[in-house]
């Protein structure tokens, strides 16, 4: 069901959602649309500018209550993101953890500064500046980390006075819409505030996305839809914040550590099958250390075990859809294969399980090496030079990238020259706690997304 303006709403038509690894029904979700989006915006229109006038602190009771209700059904949850998006445990433990957390360090936030005493440009002037709320908040999010990447923009979007209209995917809107609107309602948010249409993205989401009701549109997803939303709302002239995928580069230099690097390398390209926006696509090896670092890694990847993420021992689940199985072997490997890459390992599936699959002798001209696989593949690009290594990193749309080398200024001397949001030496990525990681914006992926603690002005037009 929709939830809109305080209340569960049915609607006339449902979906199926479905557990992943075994197929089996575990829900229905409402297929909403264009009124549907537009009753909820209207509701969040009414609602902001009396949850903008509460005190900073009764906003963060609000979340605390927020957090509380979701807390309380942790060990639901955690199984149910397993269910619902086919993760393993471990990584449907830490997306609701992450998802708690943000709600956490959203009260807290809530209740900092609002603005600052600025230079006065004369004597005897004083001069200040308030942040104050951008109103109402779209937000489209995706099926991979479906709480925590909601959570990360309704939490500070909530603190800092803004209401919300969540649309979750249509592959996880348990996880990632309903049981997010069972909470609100139980921590007594007040009508209006926060806000769930289901459906899918042709028509809710569309409908979300376009709609002129918006202060601004959160979108995380593909490049694709995404850059079809950014072209709308710059013909509008509407603001949005978008994070989108991108081909992520794994360097390995001449003189690195090729039993570490191959060991990260599973949690950089496999995580999640592989099926994150930071994982790496791309495998850019230095020709002195390939055969090593290849022989390494499949050894690695046939040693994981892919089944039920509810069996023990279990280390990949299934993927999503169908649609996406079919995407990663008929768009992505088998095209790469007809070019001329070897199956070092894997490129079989039973279902939705599929094997993680090593490919050697990738070139630029393969979708392997091109596209955002989304998917357990590595493929393997050797160089021969650190400067065609660096050629061959640049030059396509990245998210975070990875350099292994012994010598640690050498391994920061070559990810200073790589084009992308973070880069990080001898370590996957930032969600593993890189120590050496050196964090920024990227200039095609990531605009408007702040790594690290919240940024008060992000959701304030302060």
């Known amino acids: 069901m929709h939830y809109i303006d305080g209340a569960f709403v049915p609607a006339a038509h449902t979906g199926s959602v479905q557990e992943k690894a075994t197929g089996a029904e575990i829900g229905r979700y409402a297929l909403g649309d264009a009124a549907d989006v537009d009753r909820a915006v209207a509701a969040a229109r009414r609602a902001q500018p009396g949850w903008a006038a509460l005190g900073a602190p009764e906003r963060a009771a609000h979340l605390t209550a927020f957090a509380d209700q979701l807390r309380g059904r942790y060990d639901e949850l955690v199984e149910l993101s397993m269910k619902e998006t086919g993760g393993v445990r471990a990584k449907a433990v830490d997306e609701v953890s992450a998802g708690l957390k943000q709600l956490g360090i959203s009260a807290v936030e809530a209740c900092g500064t609002a603005g600052e005493v600025l230079q006065p440009y004369k004597a005897g002037k004083l001069s200040l500046s308030r942040a104050v709320p951008l109103g109402v908040l779209g937000i489209i999010t995706p099926w991979n980390y479906p709480v925590n990447l909601a959570m990360r923009a309704v939490a500070p979007g909530l603190a800092f006075g803004n209401t919300i209209v969540l649309k979750p995917a249509e592959l996880t809107p348990i996880i990632g819409g309903q049981v997010l609107a069972e909470a609100a309602h139980a921590a007594g948010l007040p009508p209006g505030v926060f806000n769930v249409v289901e459906g899918d993205g042709p028509s809710a989401g569309h409908a979300l996305a376009e709609h002129r009701g918006l202060d601004l549109l959160d979108f995380t997803g593909s490049r694709e839809v995404g850059t079809a939303i950014a072209l709308s709302a710059a013909r509008d002239l509407r603001p949005v914040r978008l994070e989108l995928g991108g081909s992520n580069a794994f360097v390995v230099l001449d003189d690195a550590d090729v039993e570490l690097a191959a060991s990260c390398a599973l949690i950089a390209s496999l995580e999640f099958q592989g099926q994150t926006c930071i994982s790496a696509s791309r495998h850019i090896v230095l020709e002195p250390v390939a055969d090593a670092y290849v022989a390494a890694l499949t050894r690695k990847v046939e040693a994981l075990k892919v089944g039920d993420p509810f069996d023990a021992g279990v280390d990949l689940g299934p993927l999503i859809s169908e649609v996406q199985r079919d995407r990663v072997h008929e768009r992505i490997v088998l095209p790469s294969v007809a070019k001329g890459a070897v199956v070092a390992t894997g490129a079989t599936y039973d279902g939705l399980f599929y094997r993680p699959t090593v490919l050697t002798g990738v070139t630029p001209d393969m979708p392997a090496f091109a596209e955002e696989i989304f998917g357990p593949v590595l493929p393997v690009t050797v160089a021969k030079t650190t400067e065609e290594a660096i050629d061959l990193v640049n030059g396509y749309p990245m998210l ?21 949001g973070e880069v990080h ?38």
Do not use: K
């Not at 990525?429 to 919240?454: K, S």
């Open 425 to 462: 030496v001898n370590d996957a990525h930032a969600r593993h706690g890189a120590e050496n990681q050196m964090p920024g914006f990227t200039r095609r992926q990531w605009i408007g997304v702040q790594r690290g603690t919240l940024d008060l002005p992000a959701w304030t037009r302060g």
């Open 400 to 420: 975070m990238n990875s350099v292994f080398s012994r010598d640690l200024m050498r391994g920061l001397a070559v990810a200073e020259r790589l084009d992308a």
